[in-house]
């Protein structure tokens, strides 16, 4: 079975500090994983996939298979930051979501 | 506006009804994924086309739950006898390369 988990359901840090939202995950075949990001009144969106290892909006996050990790950072948090962050997990065909982290970044 | 689209966006309906929502994904996009989110919680797979054919199913998911995608082109999840445990934020998300793009979503209401 997939599952995600996001163990923080809350999360908040001052301007300029670094940001970690943890994501762990449970599947015993090779995932894809990504973080999903939901602006305040917008649409869920695609921020980072693994399989890239890119750097969006200055977040990166590292699969860490030993650990089963995903978890997302940035060095230096800015307050357009402040969203909903989604953790998510592709097995063999569907997206399995976790709960969801809430970011506030304080000025 | 070329990304993907759904109606309603709201529906309010009394406990018991059915009701109808419709997705038009991105055209290019082969594959198209139902979800649900109520608050506090991430979505909630429900069903996964591939083109016209629907490979998955959540076993979660009830009876009263149907989701077509005739032609391979807009989909329509219909919930049969709402129930108040219903009301939720119906998504609708397609790709066609593992990425998703997600519409805004319906909201529905069951009283």
């Known amino acids: 079975a997939q599952r995600v988990t996001q163990p923080e359901k809350l999360l908040s840090v001052f301007k300029g500090a670094p940001v970690e939202l943890k994501c762990n995950y449970s599947y015993s075949g090779s995932p894809e994983l990504f973080w999903y990001v939901q602006y305040s009144r917008q649409r869920l969106q695609l921020l980072l996939r693994?399989?890239s290892r890119e750097s969006i909006k200055g977040f990166t996050a590292d699969l860490n298979k030993g650990e089963t990790s995903f978890h997302l950072k940035k060095p230096f948090a800015q307050e357009e930051d402040s969203a909903m962050y989604y953790c998510?997990?592709?097995?063999?065909?569907?997206?399995?979501f976790g709960q969801g982290t809430r970011l506030t970044i304080n000025p | 506006d070329t990304g993907v689209s759904q109606n309603p966006r709201h529906k309010i309906t009394k406990r018991g009804q059915n009701v109808t929502f419709r997705c038009d994904p991105i055209?290019?996009?082969?594959?198209l994924y139902w979800y649900r989110q109520t608050l506090g919680q991430g979505p909630e797979f429900l069903t996964y086309f591939q083109n016209e054919a629907q490979l998955e199913k959540s076993r979660l998911l009830s009876d009263r739950f149907s989701a077509e995608r005739p032609k391979g082109s807009f989909s329509t999840l219909e919930i049969q006898r709402t129930e108040q445990g219903d009301s939720a934020m119906y998504l609708c998300?397609?790709?066609?390369?593992?990425?998703?793009?997600f519409g805004s979503g319906t909201q529905l209401s069951v009283l």
């Open positions: 998510a997990l592709k097995g063999a065909q569907k997206l399995v």
């Open positions: 693994h399989i």
């Open positions: 055209s290019e996009h082969n594959r």
């Open positions: 998300a397609s790709s066609s390369t593992g990425k998703l793009f």
